[in-house]
């Protein structure tokens, strides 16, 4: 794992104002992006306080040296693939130096300040050309609250805590956050109807989840094993794998969710590097004593010992009607990466073990993950308990189940006494009418 | 559909020897592909008999004009999305002009002759990027046999009849014919194991498929109406969707097939055009009478009367010692893709139903196409009852699934009185030892 370094120390500051103390962009964060300012030109950026700075202009400064420049280089374009594909050495270059830049007292502050642009005025992209995307289904809470909707008396089915369980996604329908998303319309058949009938969802649903960037990855036939599995990690986002429960429930069989997850995904924007999220590493903790050891390609000391998570996972909701009274967003759920039941580094073990090849800006993600109480889960079929219990708003409404012009916003953040607190920024859409 | 025109005309001759009565490539396919001389370097290509036609170097002769140079140009470099995406007025505009050229008689014989590759000495790849790979389930023979090995009783679940089933594939591990395949290694539990554990696959298996390219595509959150269904599909290959039965018994559940399908999958790497296979259309065949009639937005009237395909398709097996005895490939299948219970223009029209976009070069397979009798299976575990009745070979051996060494070729051609038979060329590989 990522030893602590200069980079991580709560003292530092920042001469950027509004970054010391922001809640997600730190001078210890430094996330790497795609934005486009006012002339509209994509550029590879990081995230500091409400600024970005523009990486391609820094590196025209003659400010980057060696591995720092290599990783600026790579950035260039309108994709980081390149970059990600270089693995730890540049990148953590990059960031070491960065922090010296961008820390109060720099000598360069002047040659540096011209090349930050106010985020609100900037558009956020994806950040990497995602080759291909697979879903996992690591939280174990949310893999008992669907089951046991399914199967009361056996909710977990018995591969679970033998197998990292995935499926491949589609890669084409990711959107960054802000993208409104389109109410799909689909086939689904009531259980009380004789026939199956195709019109807008009735039962749309969020997923809370984190994504994982992949780095160098792989050649094809060739796994990689458990142990540098971490080197093959770029970055984390926030991942909104949204879902149709009534389209999925009548597809599903045998084949696993395809049309009922297909028609958008939504992602933070910033890629939160594995060093800026290195004071957040802990112990595997959802994995109770008793349960079966993992097989050899799938266990490491040193992931065992700090390769999970501690991040607090938030989901809210803004409805029309809460926005226009002023009411703030209702958080439906909080919840923790600590609840995923497989780490990182065994899912990407796990995906490769056959031999599948990984690429630069492959995006994985976790699946929901959801806490064992109620307002933890990170859906609302498991919140509402299939749509039987609704949520209820400061406004007076309920909700079983996504409206169209709801907004659904998702929040990371590392919180560590002793440590400046790192976000991941937000995740959020806007859920527009089916096409009529 | 495309309408029979001179291009078809079975009396047409080329001046290209061994091109008349070509079994795959005669003058009335002319199909698309990637290909590198010896030079090594990657550009796009005609097959023509068993020589392959220079398109860049054919456009440097200008002897390429309007729509015909317009889809050259787009076929530039290392993968023809660029020219999938133009759509089917460029690509038919450099059909007829590839016809004339050709043809017995030309008078561009002289100039065009010298830009001809012998295939036999050059390497052939993927033919465009694919950015997403979708698999299909449509042939309805190979559903009720795998059916039948889990629910004897009722073999076909409720919604096939209703819902065109497909997922989601692995697109970075699709590789072009002659690739090895290596064996997986993977987590599998028999049915009288404790425990699971992790080895070689054992029951190795392929999958004969067709894959349909796409061309233009849609935008996310706009649906392609079936009608039009057909103007996005820019040809097709032969497809083997490589599968580890033990991996996949182990997995499945509940989210569908992950490690026991992305480790490979092989294509055959020409593009045959929708105007080639114009002559093999068919209606509908594969949905009897009685069985429930697709929902709207499955419902075309051309589709119906014309938008299925009469192909035939071959599996041969060859084994390290039928080689060596110099016996010829066993043939373990004869099918065809009459046995497609959705055509091709249902899966586009329903993979976007929900606002799924599609991009030029994505990939979606039709899933396995067996006919109803036993020497028609598209798989090893349907032809041999899931490994309890092994296929006997000239040999003396005897297969249950694939051994280290053996080669999988899929063959498939479109035969009809008084047309050329056109051919897709083969689709094959050797599968190598699991990594120790």
Redesign the interface.
Known sequence: MTSLDQTHDAALRSWVKGADGHPDFPIQNLPLGVFSPADGVMRPGIAIGDQILDLTALLGTGLLQGEEALAAEAAGGTALNSLLALGAGPRRALRARLSELLRAGSPERDRVAPLLHDAATCTLHLPAAI??Y?DF?VGIHHAENIGKQFRPDNPL?P?YK??P?????????I?PSGTPV?R????S?APDAA????GP?RRLDLELELGVWIGPGNE????IPIGVAPAHIAGYCLLNDWS?RD?QA??????????AK???STISPWIVTPEALAPFRIAQAARPAGD?TP???LLDESDQSGGAFDLRLDVFLVTPRLREAGHPPHRISASNTRHMYWTMAQMVA??T???????PG?LLGTGTISGPERDACGSLVEATLGGKEPIRLASGEERRFLEDGDEIILRARGIREGFATIGFGECRAVILGA?A
Chains 1, 2 share one sequence.
């Open positions: 080759g291909d697979t289904y089915l591969n033998h197998v369980i995935g499926y491949h996604g589609r890669a084409s329908s959107r389109r799909p319309r689909g086939q058949k026939e199956p009938s195709f969802s094809l036939g060739t796994p149709a389209i009548w597809e599903y069989q045998p084949l696993g969710p395809f049309l297909n028609f958008a079966p097989l050899p390609y796990h995906h073990s056959g031999g599948c090849n990984l690429q492959d096409v």
